[in-house]
């Protein structure tokens, strides 16, 4: 604790021993048919007289169901068997008793080419020919043609013809599926011609960025460009944005300027540590030509663009500073609400609130004390100790004599501040008034967030410039920051007052 008026004054006067802030703010930030024939009953051209008394168990190896000779595209019921519907009532007279060869337990009748001669399972319907089966009786009915179904030429003919159509609308109808699904490898030829306009979104995969493509008109179908794709390490680094390509190019020269960084359509915006809200706002219009108009509409109303509860309200210190690509399509509030969140992001991954809580200070004091340090030096490794000085000072109760705080709360440069200026009462003047300015002075950077949780540890309360490269004397004692900011002002290095 200074107890010496006079010092204690001298102190309080300027902090660092310049008339005004180092105004350097340092480098950028950059920021996975078929089965045998069924057992059935037997078939009509069978003679009756000369059969063998079946032995026990021939059920058994009599063809089964499951066969290797199965046709999938004809193993159905016929219709006319016995107990159908036009067929003979099962049991209908004693060609049921003495059946040798009974029909099949499942109630279907046997395939019409179970006999090379016999076509009673294709018939055609409406036919009317009465033939006699080989047991001399008359058909029972047009639906027992399939037991005693005579050759019909016509019919097979129909019949195969109706299969072929059947096979060809399959075939037809495949094809056509298998396009939607997997397109046709259509594919234009060339570099195409004028100019379309393709956005990529974040998490698009190769196919979607294809059918975007299609769509647009730039080429022709997917699988070419998906090919092309595949073929190409580089592929997968293909970044979500607008890109300006041509119409009808071929897949080849689409991934070819969607991998060329000139086809990418955006604004690249480099925000240097240490901007205001107003420089940049300053720097947005600019870098996208709009309106800054537009840009300060979006910054009236800072929690629609997500800064933190506990920023009472206000923007500043909150538009983390780094290089930023916005496409042609973001709107104002878009890029405003992309630098908080780059803010917020680097928050919560450096742990700020809970550092700042268990150092006793609020976030908020935290990140006003981090725009001051961003202010003072352009040196990250001289940034903890500044960090140290100001908290020395706030807890002697020292003025800060910070005169960049002063600048900004009159709107000005630091090199601008006039006598009269550092007479004003302002609670953004710190050579007047003890304690933290109301507000963030400047959007601080990573490194002096990192600061202002983690200063050094000493009893320093000075520090003066003392060279063109930045470099600061820091010191405990009044004395030799006497004589620095002599050696300064010599050095017309912008000591004094």
């Known amino acids: ?44 051209s069978a003679p009756l007289p000369d059969l063998p008394p079946r032995p026990a168990g021939a059920w058994s190896r009599l063809p089964r169901r499951d066969g290797a000779d199965e046709d999938a595209t004809v193993a159905v019921p016929l219709p006319g068997g016995p107990g159908a519907p036009g067929g003979p009532p099962a049991g209908d007279d004693e060609t049921a008793a003495i059946d040798p060869y009974p029909a099949d337990p499942h109630g279907h009748e046997p395939h019409w080419d179970d006999d090379p001669e016999a076509t009673g399972g294709l018939e055609v319907l409406g036919a009317d020919a009465q033939d006699t089966d080989h047991r001399g009786r008359p058909p029972r009915g047009r639906g027992g043609a399939g037991r005693g179904g005579a ?7 129909l019949s195969l013809a109706v299969l072929v159509a059947l096979v060809g609308g399959i075939v037809v109808g495949g094809r056509a599926l298998i396009g939607l699904v997997n397109p046709a490898a259509e594919d ?17 995969t190769l196919s979607d960025i294809g059918r975007s493509l299609v769509d647009a008109g730039v080429i022709a179908s997917v699988s070419p460009f998906v090919a092309a794709a ?16 041509r119409e009808e190019m071929s897949g080849q020269a689409a991934l070819d ?13 480099t925000v240097p540590e240490g901007f205001t809200v107003e420089q940049t706002l300053q720097r947005l219009a600019e870098a996208t030509e709009r309106p800054v108009e537009e840009f300060r509409a979006a910054a009236a109303d800072p929690a629609a663009l997500g800064v933190p509860e506990w920023a009472g309200g206000q923007l500043e210190g909150f538009l983390f500073p780094a290089t930023y690509d916005f496409t042609p399509d973001d ?39 981090a725009s001051m340090v961003q202010s003072e030096t352009r040196l990250d490794e001289e940034r903890p100790d500044v960090a140290q000085v100001i908290y020395n000072r706030l807890e002697q109760g020292i003025p800060l004599g910070i005169d960049a705080a002063l600048a900004y709360g009159l709107g000005k440069n630091g090199n ?30 990573e490194a002096s967030l ?26 405990s004692s009044y004395e030799e920051f006497l004589a620095a900011r002599q050696r300064c002002a010599e050095a017309g290095l912008g000591c004094g007052g």
């Open 1 to 44: 604790m200074v107890t010496d008026p006079a010092p204690r004054g001298a102190r309080g006067r300027h902090a660092s021993g310049t008339a005004g802030p180092d105004d350097g703010t340092g480098p950028l930030v950059p920021p996975g048919d078929g089965a045998g024939r069924r057992a059935g009953a037997a078939h009509p």
């Open 257 to 269: 300027l969607l991998l060329d960084p000139s086809s990418r359509l955006f604004a690249r915006v």
């Open 151 to 157: 050759r019909r030429p016509l019919a097979i003919v």
């Open 450 to 475: 990192e600061a202002a949780l983690a200063p050094s540890t000493g009893d320093l309360l000075y520090y003066v410039l003392e060279s063109q490269d930045g470099n600061h004397f820091f010191t």
């Open 230 to 245: 595949e073929a190409n390490p580089a592929a997968t680094g293909i970044q979500p944005g607008v890109y300006a390509l």
């Open 331 to 369: 709107t104002p509030a878009d890029m405003l609400r992309a630098m908080v969140s780059a803010f917020t992001d680097t928050a919560a991954r450096i742990q700020l609130e809970e550092r700042a809580a268990a150092a006793g200070r609020s976030p908020l004091e935290v990140v006003i004390v």
């Open 416 to 445: 601008e501040l006039t006598v009269t200026d550092l007479e004003t009462d302002s609670p953004y003047n710190t050579r007047t008034r003890a304690g933290l300015p109301p507000t963030p002075i400047s959007s601080p950077g």
């Open 188 to 204: 234009y030829t060339g570099q195409g011609t004028g100019e379309v306009q393709v956005r990529v979104a974040v998490g698009d």
